[in-house]
């Protein structure tokens, strides 16, 4: 069994699913696929379902689209499932079939004999409003089972065809006919679909596609059960209306609070607190013992950081004052420690689980071997289920390039800001960013003239790679090199890890005066690597922006040849095809030859002259 079917079976095992078609025998009715003359049957397509669903019935059928066969099976929900009132739209389509008019006028003069019965026009006309829809209503139910029978039909007549090729009859044009009709079946309910949703941004042409179905359904997703605050299950309407007004109102009514507490912390921040607080003892930073790290803060956030039990205890009594003078309290469920190094806290238990493994910080993972590959392997999956739901749809290479740079790239950029980009991450990278392209393993063209610009040749496909290095470097030099703010607890470490590295490129001059390792660590490497590796040793500090280093690296580039052209021809070709004043450079390459071509005719005919004369 290969990796990827023992995932299917332990994701299957865990989510309690089964499969509908249960154990298979030897019948060949009961495979998904076989081959046209019948000699090989296979079952490589399953469609799994929750235990508690109830199968009644179940079969194989043959479908126009794929040699595949369709499960199709019918099953009980046991539970209440709520459904919302729906919404009705006029189908247009309808009223272009003449024995549709035909009956609505007929139906319309009965309507205007009644008009005595009513008091009044308006009130004759709001009834008749109700009537032309319920007259809609029921033409649309007799189409739509007429197109369910002709679809019975049809897919009736597709298998008996399919069996009799099994047979050995030679059907195959009956066959591809019935398959024709079946797929135009199937795109004229798709824009009936389209039709009755409500999602608005969906492009010309496209096919309901699974992106389509998922935003449909996150925007019908009812609320049918919300537990008040003794914990009771509410299903109603009414109930759950009243749970949702009794939290609210909890929420921001007034409520007593510790005066004493919150003077104190309306005067000075909790942060600053903790770093004031002489009964916490932090990590140092290098160079200065006074100065340690304590805690850091983003957005709802917080990190502490403590070297023994008592600075523990002192930490988390801050955070208690802190909870009586603001109403807040910390979120146990969401808070874990990490422990480096013998600790002993048998007298003085944590609130909060102790993690064993990796630590979880802003979404980035610390605290051990594997904690980059982890943090990149994380953001990878996000990618490539955006790219996945991006591949449904027909865009070109500008578009796929558009949305590499725009939704791909930022979902990576962000773990730059604590560690390198990895070897076989950037291959990943690579590799997942032209199968989006090409929709193949397949380059049909060559990587580097892909991320070439469209001046020199190329389709501008983002070298995220190339980006993802840059942003990370950048991000070191401007903590240390260009950062104003000396006494930050950021620049001192890095500075102590970084110096060597900047006075070996000549950005930094030597100060014995301040500490420095020797000992690079590995995710530090990559700097002097990435500096190295594109020649930026003359790129002065202030300039290293993340966009200006790839621009300048962009820059070096050399436009593509073109056959039977020198460069500098060449060159005004692919500025041609830029800026749309030819369809391809095929065809700009055959006018410039077509010109020469004349040239060298008009001068050959001009010496000619010259010579009988």
């Not at 309910?189 to 596609?209: D, H, M, Q, T």
């Not at 076989?424 to 397949?442: G, I, P, T, Y």
Request: proline share 4%; with cysteine.
């Amino acid at each position: 069994m290969d990796d990827a079917a023992k995932l299917l079976a332990e994701m299957v095992g865990e989510a309690s699913l089964t499969d509908v078609i249960g154990s298979m025998g030897a019948d060949a009715r009961n495979f998904t696929w076989s081959r046209p003359d019948g000699s090989v049957h296979s079952r490589i397509d399953f469609v799994f379902t929750s235990k508690s669903v109830r199968i009644r019935q179940h079969s194989m059928v043959t479908v126009h689209f794929s040699d595949h066969r369709a499960i199709r099976f019918q099953g009980e929900l046991t539970g209440k499932f709520l459904t919302g009132p729906g919404t009705w739209k006029l189908n247009s389509s309808l009223l272009g079939r003449e024995d549709v008019q035909e009956e609505l006028r007929r139906t319309y003069n009965e309507w205007q004999d009644m008009k005595d019965t009513f008091q009044s026009i308006g009130e004759w006309w709001e009834w008749v409003k109700g009537r032309i829809q319920d007259f809609f209503k029921n033409v649309g139910r007799k189409a739509a089972r007429g197109r369910r029978k002709e679809l019975g039909r049809l897919q009736q007549q597709l298998q008996e065809l399919h069996d009799l090729q099994l047979w050995g009859w030679d059907v195959m044009n009956p066959l591809e006919a019935v398959k024709k009709e079946l797929s135009e079946h199937f795109h004229d309910e798709s824009r009936r679909i389209i039709f009755r949703s409500k999602v608005e941004n969906l492009g010309k042409g496209e096919k309901c596609n699974s992106f389509f179905f998922k935003k449909i359904h996150s925007a019908h997703t009812p609320l049918v059960q919300l537990r008040n605050r003794e914990g009771i299950l509410c299903d109603t309407k009414e109930d759950i209306r009243k749970a949702v007004t009794d939290f609210y109102g909890d929420l921001y009514s007034e409520k007593r609070s510790d005066g004493d507490q919150a003077e104190r912390f309306l005067e000075e921040l909790l942060s600053e607190y903790i770093r004031m607080n002489p009964n916490i003892r932090g990590i140092p930073t290098p160079g200065d013992a006074k100065k340690e790290v304590k805690c850091t803060l983003y957005m709802d956030d917080v990190t502490l950081f403590c070297t023994d039990g008592k600075s523990v205890q002192s930490q988390l009594e801050a955070c208690k004052d802190f909870g009586k003078a603001s109403g807040a309290k910390i979120n146990v469920d969401k808070s874990q420690a990490k422990l480096f190094g013998r600790w002993d806290l048998c007298n003085e238990p944590l609130p909060f689980p102790i993690e064993a493994g990796l630590v979880r910080i802003l979404g980035i993972r610390f605290g051990g071997p594997g904690a980059a590959a982890k943090s990149w392997n994380e953001r990878l999956a996000k990618v490539k289920q955006k790219l996945g739901f991006w591949s449904l749809r027909h865009l070109s290479i500008e578009g796929k390039a558009l949305v590499l740079r725009n939704d791909a790239r930022p979902v990576q950029q962000y773990v730059t800001q604590a560690w390198p980009l990895l070897a076989n991450v950037a291959r990943a990278v690579n590799s997942m960013v032209f199968h989006f392209v090409w929709h193949s393993k397949m380059d049909r063209v060559k990587r580097t003239v892909m991320h070439k610009e469209h001046r020199k040749g190329g389709k501008a496909v983002p070298d995220i790679p190339t980006i993802l290095r840059a942003f990370f470097v950048c991000g070191c030099i401007r903590i240390t090199l260009t950062n104003e703010n000396k006494d930050h607890s950021a620049y001192r470490v890095l500075c102590f890890f970084l110096l060597p590295v900047w006075r070996r490129l000549e950005w930094d001059k030597w100060e014995n005066a301040t500490m420095f390792n020797w000992d690079l660590p590995w995710y530090y490497k990559e700097i002097e690597k990435f500096v190295v590796e594109f020649g930026l040793n003359c790129v002065t500090p202030s300039q290293w922006k993340p966009w200006t280093i790839h621009r300048l690296i962009r820059s070096r580039d050399t436009t593509e040849p073109v056959s039977d052209l020198p460069p500098a021809t060449a060159t005004r070709v692919t500025r041609l095809v830029t800026n749309g004043e030819v369809v391809s450079r095929e065809a700009c390459r055959r006018m410039v030859l077509n010109l020469l071509r004349d040239y060298t005719d008009k001068d050959n005919k001009e010496r000619e002259k010259e010579k009988e004369l």
